[in-house]
């Protein structure tokens, strides 16, 4: 049986878990992707331009899949057509669309009745025009991805200078510019058949110094109820019910405003550190919705009585990087404790502000918050990463 997952660059969601969880499962498992170049030698890939539906159909078809899934930003609604066209189980490729499409979403919220957020598109080459009363605003990507391009403004120069720069970069990126929601950012995190939808728990997120919007750290912190309900309802009207999805929000005077909907497990080794946090095989679980199963049929834990903390290392600058810890995972009392790199030594990159700029997670899974996090202290304590500019 021959499961196919359709990916751009190697990410570690894909090698660390998907892969593994699909041997576990019997399943030959290919990976689809216009890079094949990019990709570890061990790894069966096929050359195919993932996001034209028809290809992947063209791709797989004669292989007769028993399951097609992705888990790139990019390529959720090509890979949702696809699958729909095999007659595999999937997500809707309306709500994929809805999801990666920024003001779309805000749109569909705003129909649904449950929030408005004040937001202008602004088109490629066509100068932002935009309220006074919207700021201070964020402007970033309509479809954009890991806060790349995302800067907080406060007025109609900061606003400009913005799209001036980033358009140097990207000249055919379509823009948004919305107003900005002020709050604790935390996370939501699911898995659905496509009828039931389950909560996994989330995160608090800690974010760096604006104007831009580097995550930090997570802290584990499951919503609410009443948020709960609300993000559910956010979900309804977007169409999202099926597999994994990872959704950013905050809390204003008791409501949920949504920053935005990933359809996908969060990443940046998160969605490997939550499936251990929760104690059971969560890429597995991904996989086993898209083969058909219920979500009745998965044994996921009603709570978690353990506590997680995450931070991020990031170069504060641009610059080689000489000297990082390698990989490490090691116990401290009742704590877990694990660092995994995330750029090599001897690599030089540009700071950008954004998640680009990791260098390595830490992370530390315990009995509770007091302990988690004096440990956590300790261990970066204990390591350092060098770089010269």
């Known amino acids: 049986m021959r499961l196919y997952l359709t990916a751009l660059n190697p990410t570690d969601a894909v090698l660390d878990g998907f892969l593994p969880a699909a041997a576990s499962l019997g399943l030959s498992a290919t990976v689809l992707t216009d890079r094949p170049a990019e990709w570890p030698a061990h790894v069966p890939v096929s050359r195919c331009a993932v996001r034209d539906p028809a290809a992947v159909v063209a791709a797989t078809a004669p292989n007769r899949p028993v399951a097609l899934l992705s888990n790139s930003d990019h390529l959720q609604e090509a890979t949702a057509i696809a699958a729909r066209k095999l007659g595999l189980p999937g997500k809707d490729p309306d709500a994929a669309r809805l999801c990666k499409d920024k003001a779309a979403a805000r749109r569909a ?168 946090l929760l104690g059971v095989p969560l890429f597995e679980y991904v996989i086993r919705l898209h083969l058909g199963e219920s979500l009745s049929a998965l044994d996921l834990p009603g709570t978690v009585d353990r506590y997680a903390q995450v931070e991020y290392v990031c170069a504060d600058r641009s610059g080689r990087l000489v000297a990082a810890p390698g990989r490490l995972d090691t116990v401290r009392g009742d704590v877990r404790l694990g660092c995994h790199p995330l750029r090599e030594a001897g690599r030089t990159a540009e700071h950008t502000g954004t998640n680009r700029d990791y260098l390595a997670v830490l992370h530390a899974i315990g009995p509770d918050e007091g302990a988690v996090r004096q440990a956590l202290a300790a261990l970066r304590g204990d390591l350092q990463w060098t770089i010269v500019e």
């Not at 606003?159 to 929601?181: F, Q, S």
């Not at 699911?190 to 939808?197: I, K, V």
């Not at 104007?211 to 956010?234: H, I, K, N, V």
């Open 109 to 276: 919220i705003a129909a649904a009745g449950l929030d408005l957020v004040r937001t202008v598109t602004v088109d490629p080459g066509v100068p932002p025009e935009v309220p006074a009363g919207m700021f201070p605003a964020v402007v970033k990507p309509r479809e954009g991805v890991a806060s790349e391009d995302a800067y907080l403004v406060v007025d109609h120069w900061e606003l400009a200078a913005r799209v001036a720069e980033i358009r140097a970069r990207r000249p055919d990126v379509a823009l948004v510019v919305e107003e900005y929601l002020d709050g604790e950012l935390r996370t939501f995190e699911t898995l659905g058949d496509g009828t039931a939808l389950a909560s996994l728990g989330g995160w608090r997120t800690g974010l760096g110094p604006p104007p831009t919007f580097t995550e930090e750290s997570l802290a584990w912190s499951p919503p609410s109820e009443q948020a709960s309900d609300q993000l559910r309802a956010r979900l309804d009207a977007l169409g999202v019910g099926f597999g994994a999805c990872h959704t950013e929000y905050v809390v204003s005077d008791g409501r949920v405003r949504l920053i935005e909907v990933n359809y996908r497990l969060i990443g940046d080794r998160m969605d490997l550190i939550l499936a251990d």
